[in-house]
Every structure is written in C-alpha cells, then in structure tokens.
DNA sequence: ATCCGGATAGTTTTT
DNA sequence: CTATCCGGAT
C-alpha cells in the first residue's frame, strides 16, 4: 500500500500513535501521504471511512484530495468518508446542533455583498471603505474568537471603534434573520462543543482521524475546532509549511505551528524535503532565498531532477516592455520547443499587474487564462436565483426575501417594503411572516398587500414542490415562472442577457445533475450550495498561458514560470516594507519560485508608474538573496544570445505563416 | 432609471 | 494619473 513512497512520506502515513505534524515542503507529496494515509487507516487498520476526516481550505483542494483517495482505493467505498472544507464541516456541525445555539437547521448563510448590506443598513450610512473596514474588524474578531465584550476594550482607531460598536447588533440581525457569516460556521461549532459536552462527544466519536491539510493557514478559531475534536487522544495529522504561509493578513497565524508543539508535547514532527516537482537550480535558489527568514523548522529541498538551466533575470525599461518581452519570448519559446501555451504561467503580485500582460498576450495572438476574478455565486444573475433558494429554505432570510420580491419586478417598490418591514421589525418577526398576519393590512393598500402575498402564496408553492419533487424540474419551473429570461431581456442589451440567460441555465442545469445524482429534492440540494465558490466547468484541456496572481499560484505547478515585476515596492510590497512584513513577502516570493517544474525567468523594470508619475524603481531585493549562483543575467546592450535570435526568428516566422 | 462629474484610492482573497 | 465608485441631478 504505502510502497510507493519514499521513506519520510511513510512514515508519516504510517504514523499513528499519537499528533503528527507533517512539514512539507513545496512539491513535496502532501497530497499522496494525507491520501495514502486515509488508504492505510481503512485498508491495513481497518478503520471505517466514515470516522476518517480530511480537511482542507478551499473546495477545489477537497475535490482534488477526493478525487485521488477515491483512485487509491479502487474497490472500496469511500461514500462516507469526509473530505471537506473547514467550512463544510462546520456546516455540517451546526446544522445538526443547530438547536444548541438558537438557530434552526436550515439557515441561511451569507456572503460578503449581504453582509456589506447589513452592515450599511446598521451603521446608518457610511462609505464604503468604512463598511469595509468594519466587516474586516469584525470577520477578525470572529476569526480570534473574540466576543463583542472585548472586542470593544481592543478598538484602536475610529474604524474599528465603530465596528465594535455594531458588533452586537450584527449579530442580532444575524440571529433574526436565521442567518450565519463563514466565520460562524467556525466559530459555532467552538461555541457549540464548549458549552455542551454531550455535542463535542458525539462528533469526536464520529470522527475519530482527522487529517488537516495547510495547517500553516488555520487561524485561531480553526486551530480550536481541531484542538477540540482531536481531544486528549490527539488523533490527527496536520500538513503544513511554514515557508508558504502567505495569509497571515487574514488571521491565519503561523503561532499555530508553535502552538502545536506546546499543546501536544508528544507531537512527533516529520520533514518531507524531496521535491518531485524542479531542477535542483530552482531549489537551491529557493532555499537561499528562505533562509533569509528566521525559521522554526530548517527544510532543505532537493531533487532528482538534475541542475537545471539558471534563472533567468531580465531587466526592462517599462511595465510595457516587460509585458511585451514575456509575451514575446513565450511566443518564441513555445515555437522553438513544441510546447503548449498551458506548460506557461505569468505570475505577479497585484492584480492591476494583469492588465497589461492581458494587453501583450492579445497583441501576440496568445491565448490565456487568469485565475481568480468573480466567483459565479457572486455574479448578480445568480444570486438573483440563489436568492429565491435561501427564501425557499429559511423563510426569515429577509435579505433573500427583499432580493426575490423585488427581482423580477412584481409592483412592488420601496414603500411597500418599507411598511412592511416596520411592521415586521415591531413584532420581531420576520418579513415573511409579518405578510402572513392580519395586523399588517392596517399599514398598506390593499393592493399592495394583495401583490406581497401573491409572491408568499407562490414561494409556499413552490417550497411545498421543493420537497417532494426532483430538484431539476421544480428549479426549473421556478425560474420560468416568475419570468425570468423575459426580464433579463427587456432590462439588459441583448448580448448582456444572453450571457446572463446562459449562466442561469448553466446554474440550474448544474443544480438538476446534482439533484440526480445524490437522489436529492431541491430543498436538500439547496443547502449545499452556499459554501460553493466554483461550478467546476474550468476546462482543463483549454490550452492557455496561466496568468495568476501570487497567492492564487500555490499550490500549482508549471513547467515554465515568468515572475513579474520583482522589484522594491511591489515584491515586497511598499506597505509590507513600511510594515515590517518582509518574511511574508520573502514567502510570497519563495511560493512564486518554486511553482516553477523546468524554468523560472525574472522580471523587473527600471521605471514603473506610482501614483501618477514616472518613477525609477529597484529590483527586489529578493532576487539577490536567490544566490547569484543559480542566477544567469543577460545584458540587455550585448548582442543578443544565439538562442535569443534563433527564438525570435522562430517568433517572427511563426507570425508570418499566421496571418 | 441613467448619466455625468467629482472624489478617492491604487496588495494579496477563500469560504 | 486613472479607473472606479458613489451620489446627485435630470
């Protein structure tokens, strides 16, 4: 079983008596030891799938995870085994204890534009980048499970003052509107377990194992969450590396590394250092590099995949001709080697940086792909649907009530809405349930009222048909009749519709499959949904240059890498600098090079644009700490390389037989 | 509802 | 400086 790894990876999958914590370097095979452990727990331990749990931090990590444990263990099944996000699994939690903390199994969970809403609709109108700010203080404070009591002794400017003024009444309105943030679905969980001893027993005896995947990105809410469910026994394994903790901004703490070592005396820690990934060139500058850091683990990477060409660092006058030259020499490269557009990636700190590179790549005919960018839950034609589903399953979701009443528009506009929520906000109770009484017909025309409880009778309808019926057919139905498609066509330009038209029919045509395939009604479907960023249609065989940010890179791997704009105030980053948070931007970096599989090209310019005028910039400082030994310079004023003219000549023939 | 002008910020982002 | 966002005015 486990005789395809190498000796660290095994022992690390066979490690079972007691916390383990698996330091893996980038490249390293963490994937292969938290799947090969998950086979030997069940299959030479004879655990049962289902007390086995294998958590990571984004879905696509859980898929994948899930994808290769299946493969592993052909001929068993795995059904019940848990291979989720951290919140997931605290989805699930709460659900079922939903009770323990007051709120019923089928609430709502919100995304950041809601929680914006709330946030202006309590704060009584502020900007913008207060409403921000707030949300961020709060999403904190949560994240450090940090109770509005204390948040309040902790507020330090006028922002976060604010913030933990409004603190409780964010959670109340939360509460009313039977509805949870993501850092709920974390910090409930931690709540529920401490209060109540009967609910933590339950869960530490259906999950017996825990696997924890990028351990170096738990915050403290996370790190507690497993502290309680692994107990005394500290039945788990944690898989980190500390030399790629790049989200440290966002309350992951690295102490949480610290932490395990002092909680779990007996931690026994295991370093992967064999990289199966790079050249040993791109290693050894990665490791000089890191060791600029003050470290808790040394970790030496190496390979068995020879040296390797140098690193290449290429300087350019502008952010237009930097963007142009990668262009070109991918254009050139890929000609001259017969490699596809897919071996490339371009990655950069910031996210502007991709404009110009976007420019570039059209101008050479190149075509690419750029990760990240608007989620499709976010895109408003979905939320529009999702919407009527959160009002299907929580009729007390008043933000999914004021979206879908008023979406497509039905007669009924802010006046009514407004009489109707005084009323609903006298009575503490809902907006769907203030329709439904008799006292409410005092505050509105009868015509009005008519046209709110004609939407109530039709979601009661359709809620009724939600339950018992097949998932596709009745979401389908739905969205047919409240007239959908014809709305979208009247108020957008035709092109615009279309595009939206099609991403509702790909969003209900994905929610009828996912019916069918888990036997579910649309009710349960439904559920499952909020916590879904991606409907998984990235066409993997879609050959493009990856463009990425730097954060958005872990994880990932390419043959041939091109880092950009590597210089003094962008990599690091001027805030960080003026922050003294260079280590992380050291990581950042450290993260970026060792992404690379065969070649990895530098980047920087001599002028760059800040705040309006031309300034001339330094390279990073980062590029020296690579070992001037791994690195080769090409002068830009020498005659160009043989294999430089050989490239563009190949560029230039591959240019004329095109057009 | 829509358009225009002024103000404002111009790291990183998943769930 | 410039892109975006918000608010005010039509």
Redesign the pocket.
């Known amino acids: 079983m486990l005789s395809k790894l190498n000796a660290p990876q095994r022992e690390a999958a066979k490690y079972l008596d007691g916390p383990c914590l698996v330091l893996a370097g980038a490249g390293s095979g963490k994937t292969r030891v938290i799947t090969h452990k998950i086979a030997h727990l069940v299959i030479t331990c004879g655990m049962e799938p289902r007390n086995i749990a294998a958590i990571t ?4 990590a859980a898929k994948e995870m899930q994808e290769r444990v299946a493969q592993l263990m052909q001929g068993h099944s795995i059904k019940a085994l848990t291979v989720c ?4 699994l605290g989805v699930r939690i709460v659900r079922q204890e939903a009770k323990l903390v007051g709120l019923k199994p089928q609430f709502s969970i919100l ?2 534009s809601d929680i914006m809403q709330i946030i202006a609709e309590i704060s009584g ?1 502020a ?3 207060t409403l921000k700010g707030i949300q961020w203080a709060i999403s904190g404070w949560k994240n450090a499970l940090i109770p509005p009591q204390e948040a309040e002794k902790l507020a330090s400017d006028e922002i976060t003052a604010a913030a933990a003024k409004l603190y409780p009444a964010y959670e109340k309105t939360l509460r009313a509107y039977q509805a949870v943030d ?2 709920d ?1 974390i910090r409930l969980p931690v709540e529920i377990f401490e209060n109540h001893p009967e609910a933590l027993e339950r869960w530490q005896n259906k999950l017996r194992y825990l696997l924890v995947d990028e351990y170096q990105d738990t915050n403290r809410a996370q790190y507690k969450l497993l502290r309680l469910l692994a107990g005394v026994r500290g039945a788990f394994t944690a898989v980190g590396d500390d030399d790629q903790a ?1 989200y440290a ?2 309350g992951a703490d690295v102490e949480n590394l610290n932490l395990l070592q002092s909680d779990y005396p007996k931690l026994k820690v295991i370093k992967l250092e064999q990289n199966y990934r790079s050249t040993n060139r791109i290693l050894t500058a990665a490791n000089t590099l890191i060791a600029n850091n003050t470290k808790l683990f040394e970790k030496t990477l190496w390979s068995e995949h020879g040296m390797g060409d140098p690193i290449r660092v290429v300087m350019q006058r502008s952010p237009e001709a930097e963007a142009d030259w990668v262009a070109a020499r991918i254009s050139a490269h890929r000609f001259e080697f017969k490699t596809h557009y897919r071996d490339y990636a371009i990655l950069y ?4 940086q991709a404009r110009l590179i976007e420019q570039a790549l059209r101008n050479h005919k190149i075509s690419y792909v750029i990760s ?1 960018g608007q ?1 499709f839950f976010d895109r408003p034609e979905i939320k529009d649907i999702t919407c009527y589903l959160r009002l299907l399953l929580n009729s007390d979701d008043d933000l999914a009530f004021i979206r879908a009443i008023t979406t497509p ?1 039905r007669g009924i506009g802010a006046a009514t809405l407004e009489a109707l929520g005084n009323y609903a906000g006298a009575r503490h109770i809902s907006l769907f349930a203030a329709a439904h009484e008799e006292g409410v017909a005092q505050h509105m025309s009868s015509r009005h009222l008519e046209s709110v409880r004609e939407f109530c009778a039709f979601i009661n309808r359709i809620e009724y048909r939600a339950n018992r019926e097949p998932a596709g057919q009745v979401i389908h139905d739905m969205i047919r009749a409240i007239g959908y498609e014809t709305w979208l066509f009247e ?1 957008c330009d035709t092109r615009e519709a279309e595009t939206k038209w099609s991403n509702v029919t790909d969003f209900s045509g994905w929610i009828s499959r996912k019916g069918e395939e888990d036997g579910k009604t649309l009710i349960e479907t439904a559920q499952t949904i909020a ?1 879904i ?2 409907l998984d249609k990235e066409d993997d065989d879609f050959d493009g240059v990856q463009l990425a ?1 730097l ?2 890179s872990k994880g990932l791997e390419w043959p041939h890498v091109f880092l950009i704009g590597v210089e003094e105030g962008l990599l690091p ?1 001027q ?2 600098i003026d ?1 003294d ?1 260079i280590e992380e931007e050291r990581r ?1 970096m450290y993260v970026g090079v060792t992404r690379a599989q065969r070649s990895l090209t530098i980047t920087a310019c001599e002028k760059r ?1 800040a ?3 031309v300034r001339t910039v330094e390279a990073s400082r980062f590029i020296d700490e690579l070992g001037e030994g791994s690195l080769h310079r090409p002068d830009r004023n020498a005659p160009a390389s043989r294999e430089d003219a050989q490239a563009r000549l190949a560029a230039l023939r591959e240019m004329l037989g095109r057009s």
């Open positions: 931090f984004t879905n696509k996000t951290f919140h997931a995304d950041s109108g900007d913008k980048a993501f850092d679905l790049i901004w966002r700190r910031g996210n502007h990240g989620s528009k108020n916590l960023s991606m940010t954060h958005a980053h805030s960080s922050n948070q950042l644009k705040a309006g005028e």
